[in-house]
């Protein structure tokens, strides 16, 4: 059983940081891309940002500039630092990744439970 978990999320004001980790757990034979979602009330879910296995990343343009997408890959995990908050930051903030699971040859998509950021003005 593989398990995705969100963790760091929470109040923060304006023009504040917050930094976003998530662990893989279970038999994981390999991890592909790795991205961050969020999702706030009545919208879709967007991409936010992505991290491949090599290290290269891709951000939506809301964020550029102000979130960092980092992995490591020895502990299976993604994190999203998130400087110079907005409130349209504000959103349940979901990890996702293609992963491989022992035994398999093949990758599925994996998601998390998500974590709630609320940025306050």
């Known amino acids: 059983q593989v398990q995705l978990v969100e963790s760091g999320g929470g109040l923060v004001q304006a023009g504040g940081s917050l930094r976003l980790s998530c662990a893989a757990s279970?038999?994981?034979?390999?991890?592909?891309?790795m991205r961050w979602y969020r999702q706030a009330p009545g919208n879709q879910r967007e991409l936010v940002a992505v991290i491949t296995t090599a290290g290269s990343t891709n951000y939506a343009d809301s964020v550029k500039d102000r979130f960092t997408i980092s992995r490591d890959n020895t502990k299976n995990t993604v994190s999203l630092q998130m400087n110079s908050l907005k409130p349209e930051d504000t959103a349940r903030y979901y990890c996702?990744?293609?992963?491989?699971?022992?035994?398999?040859?093949?990758?599925?998509?994996?998601w998390g439970q998500g974590t709630q950021v609320t940025v306050s003005s």
């Open positions: 279970g038999s994981i034979f390999s991890i592909g891309a």
């Open positions: 996702n990744a293609n992963l491989r699971v022992s035994g398999s040859n093949l990758y599925r998509v994996y």
